[in-house]
Structure formats: structure tokens, C-alpha cells
């Protein structure tokens, strides 16, 4: 049975030290007010703020004396950083001891007994599916990892590891900017095989680059905003959420006021028309 994961997730890659340097209790407010606002999956890595975020998450998910059933933990493992680690180069490792040891880590640093969902963060040409599969089957079976997927893996990486063991998510980038999932079959082959894909940066570079694509965007936005009554970035999760395959948008922000209205992306009926006119500006072109 697949994890139950709420229609939004709240990505803490930025609540560290890698940006917002957020303090304990900052954080635990955080939790308190996405949980308020029905966002009640987490998404973490072990190499977020370079292995310290989850720890700092778990210090304030501790303190906020929340109900674990309350909420779903996602982590992603198979990174290795040439800094915080003895690594002398970046690399992934996804041999069997390693990922139990890096799940066993998260749940230490999250205090917590389980993970709702464990990811592998990025494929590696070196990894075996058969060894992956018994990592896999020995956290499920020990209750320290509910279900399991993947990360920015393809179609075929996927069917890779799929032949040996049970995928139900694959965390890829998806938005109007990066709409190339839809296009080059993954998307496709996640409804084919039941896999429910969550998209990180799921609002695209519209807001972070200046481009004649951005700027296409922006100006369909400012009429749309008339037209729905609801923000930019509301908007575009829309888009997202649109999409047949049932993406979860995975969304960074710690702003209050911005999380209190992401659910109303959720509730909006983005217009099939519209869809259409925010790909096309997107692409600068009619649909073929």
C-alpha cells in the first residue's frame, strides 16, 4: 500500500545552514504552521546544510511534541559530499551497507523510529539493483522505512531497479520552465507503472532568472492573477498539479504567508486554455 502523502510537501533543503539558518524554535513554528495548513510530508536529504538539517529538523520536531502519526518524513540517501565527510570527491554509494547505515543515521538525526518514504537521491552508474532491493527489503522489513522510490532517475533507471523491488515515488524537476518529463516519457511511464512522481522547484526559474521565457511568463501571469484572484506562484503550482500523473509539488519556501496559501493552488481550477497558454509562452511557440 502506498504512503498517503499530503497534495503539497514542505522541502527542507533551505531551513538550514545552507540558507535560512533557521533556529530551533523557528523551526518547530515552521512545522506547527505547514501542519495547520494541511502540508504534513517533510522532505529531506542527508546532505542537506551538509548533514546538518536533519538533525536541526529532528531537534524541533522533538520539541514541538507532535504526534509522528501526524506527519510523513521523506529522506533521500546516496550522495556522498566532498565536505562534511572524509570523502577526497563527490560521489554516490548505494551499496547495501551504506544505505541501511545512512537510513539508521536519518532516523537518529530526525528522532524518529521510521521513514514514511526513503528516495535514493540521484542514479549511479555503478549501482546494483539486486543489492539495492535487499537494502530495501531489510528496512521495510525491520519497520525503519515505510515505502521506498527514487530521485531524478529516468524511465529506464527506474525499470533498472524496479525489476527487483517495489517504486512508488520518483522526486524529479518539473514546472512550466522544466517541463521535459512530459515530453520524453517519464511522466508517461510513471502513470503507466503506478508511480507517483513529487516535482522539486516545482515554480520553475520564473521568479529567479531574467529571460525572454521568464518574461513571456510573467506577463501571461499578471492576467491570469486579474482573472483568478490568486498569486503567480498559486498559479503555477496549479499547472503543476494539473498534470494526469498526479504531481506532488514540493515546495521550499518559509515564508508564513506563502504556506498558508499553497493549498489554495490545490483548489484552483487552472482552465485547460490557460494550461496551454502557460506552456506555450513558455516555449516562445504554439503547441505542434
Same mark, same amino acid.
Given at each position: 500500500?502506498?504512503?498517503?502523502?499530503?497534495?503539497?510537501?514542505?522541502?527542507?533543503?533551505? *531551513?538550514?545552514?545552507?540558507?535560512?539558518?533557521?533556529?530551533?524554535?523557528?523551526? +518547530?513554528?515552521?512545522?506547527?504552521?505547514?501542519?495547520?495548513?494541511?502540508?504534513?510530508?517533510?522532505?529531506?536529504?542527508?546532505?542537506?546544510?551538509?548533514?546538518?538539517?536533519?538533525?536541526?529538523?529532528?531537534?524541533?520536531?522533538?520539541?514541538?511534541?507532535?504526534?509522528?502519526?501526524?506527519?510523513?518524513?521523506?529522506?533521500?540517501?546516496?550522495?556522498?559530499?566532498?565536505?562534511?565527510?572524509? &570523502?577526497?570527491?563527490?560521489?554516490?554509494?548505494?551499496?547495501?551497507?551504506?544505505?541501511?547505515?545512512?537510513?539508521?543515521?536519518?532516523?537518529?538525526?530526525?528522532?524518529?523510529?521510521?521513514?514514511?518514504?526513503?528516495?535514493?537521491?540521484?542514479?549511479? =552508474?555503478?549501482?546494483?539493483?539486486?543489492?539495492?532491493?535487499?537494502?530495501?527489503?531489510?528496512?521495510?522489513?525491520?519497520?525503519?522505512?515505510?515505502?521506498?522510490?527514487?530521485? &531524478?532517475?529516468?524511465?529506464?533507471?527506474?525499470?533498472?531497479?524496479?525489476?527487483?523491488?517495489?517504486?512508488?515515488?520518483?522526486?524529479?524537476?518539473?514546472?512550466?520552465?522544466?517541463?521535459?518529463?512530459?515530453?520524453?516519457?517519464?511522466?508517461?511511464?510513471?502513470?503507466?507503472?503506478?508511480?507517483?512522481?513529487?516535482? *522539486?522547484?516545482?515554480?520553475?526559474?520564473?521568479?529567479?532568472?531574467?529571460?525572454?521565457?521568464?518574461?513571456?511568463?510573467?506577463?501571461?501571469?499578471?492576467?491570469?492573477?486579474?482573472?483568478?484572484?490568486?498569486?503567480?506562484?498559486?498559479?503555477?503550482?496549479? *499547472?503543476?498539479?494539473?498534470? =494526469?500523473?498526479?504531481?506532488?509539488?514540493?515546495?521550499?519556501?518559509? &515564508?508564513?504567508?506563502?504556506?498558508?496559501?499553497?493549498?489554495?493552488?490545490? +483548489?484552483?481550477?487552472?482552465?485547460?486554455?490557460?494550461?496551454?497558454?502557460?506552456?506555450?509562452?513558455?516555449?516562445?511557440?504554439?503547441?505542434?
Amino acid at each position: 500500500m502506498k504512503t498517503k502523502l499530503s497534495p503539497i510537501v514542505a522541502g527542507t533543503m533551505n *531551513w538550514g545552514i545552507w540558507d535560512k539558518k533557521l533556529a530551533t524554535s523557528e523551526m +518547530e513554528h515552521l512545522i506547527h504552521i505547514c501542519i495547520e495548513n494541511q502540508i504534513t510530508s517533510f522532505d529531506h536529504a542527508d546532505i542537506y546544510g551538509g548533514y546538518t538539517t536533519e538533525a536541526d529538523f529532528g531537534k524541533a520536531f522533538a520539541q514541538s511534541k507532535i504526534d509522528r502519526n501526524k506527519l510523513q518524513l521523506i529522506s533521500k540517501c546516496g550522495i556522498q559530499l566532498d565536505r562534511g565527510r572524509n &570523502n577526497a570527491i563527490k560521489h554516490y554509494d548505494y551499496s547495501k551497507d551504506y544505505i541501511i547505515w545512512s537510513v539508521e543515521n536519518s532516523l537518529k538525526n530526525l528522532q524518529t523510529d521510521y521513514l514514511d518514504v526513503l528516495l535514493l537521491h540521484r542514479p549511479s =552508474p555503478l549501482m546494483v539493483a539486486d543489492e539495492i532491493a535487499e537494502a530495501v527489503e531489510k528496512l521495510k522489513n525491520e519497520g525503519k522505512i515505510i515505502d521506498f522510490g527514487v530521485s &531524478n532517475f529516468t524511465a529506464s533507471q527506474t525499470e533498472l531497479i524496479r525489476q527487483k523491488t517495489e517504486i512508488n515515488y520518483n522526486q524529479i524537476q518539473f514546472s512550466a520552465t522544466h517541463h521535459e518529463a512530459m515530453l520524453d516519457g517519464s511522466l508517461d511511464y510513471m502513470q503507466l507503472h503506478d508511480i507517483h512522481p513529487m516535482s *522539486w522547484n516545482p515554480l520553475g526559474t520564473v521568479f529567479r532568472e531574467d529571460i525572454e521565457q521568464t518574461r513571456r511568463l510573467k506577463k501571461l501571469l499578471v492576467q491570469l492573477v486579474d482573472k483568478y484572484h490568486l498569486g503567480s506562484d498559486t498559479i503555477l503550482l496549479a *499547472w503543476v498539479l494539473k498534470h =494526469p500523473a498526479n504531481v506532488i509539488p514540493v515546495a521550499g519556501t518559509v &515564508n508564513i504567508a506563502r504556506i498558508q496559501a499553497l493549498m489554495k493552488a490545490v +483548489e484552483m481550477d487552472l482552465s485547460q486554455l490557460d494550461w496551454f497558454a502557460i506552456w506555450t509562452e513558455s516555449m516562445g511557440n504554439k503547441v505542434p
